[in-house]
Nanobody, 129 residues
């Protein structure tokens, strides 16, 4: 089992940047595929980005491509989400999630919430115009 704790959220103006971190407990972090999801008020939780166990494969939802970058440091048991050129529509609670049976490559099938076994408590991101 793994416990996930997000940090790095906050308030920023449109065009600004934030870097989210997700620290995982346990010694087997490198076996998990990892992802970031977000949930805006009144909306469904949606996939944002995912990364394979060794970081060699990533996948993004179209709305964040070119602006967000997911990465991981297995030595530090941490996954990151660098968010640049933020827009008001990026306002949401951001959650990291772990998949204990990941595919080698991240893709469209990585987007399903049911694929992920462990979730963090979320960190809030507010982007003002």
């Amino acid at each position: 089992q793994v416990q996930l704790v997000e940090s790095g959220g906050g308030s920023v103006q449109a065009g600004g940047s934030l870097r989210l971190s997700c620290a995982a407990s346990g010694r087997t972090f490198s076996v998990y595929g990892m992802a970031w999801f977000r949930q805006a008020p009144g909306k469904e939780r949606e996939f944002v980005a995912g990364i394979s166990r060794n970081g060699g494969s990533t996948y993004y939802v179209d709305s964040v491509k070119g602006r967000f970058t997911i990465s991981r440091d297995n030595a530090k048991n941490t996954v990151y989400l660098q968010m640049n050129s933020l827009k008001p529509e990026d306002t949401a609670n951001y959650y990291c999630a772990a998949d204990r049976a990941p595919s080698q490559y991240m893709g469209v099938l990585s987007q399903g919430r049911s694929k992920y076994d462990y979730w963090g408590q979320g960190t809030e991101v507010v982007v003002s115009s």
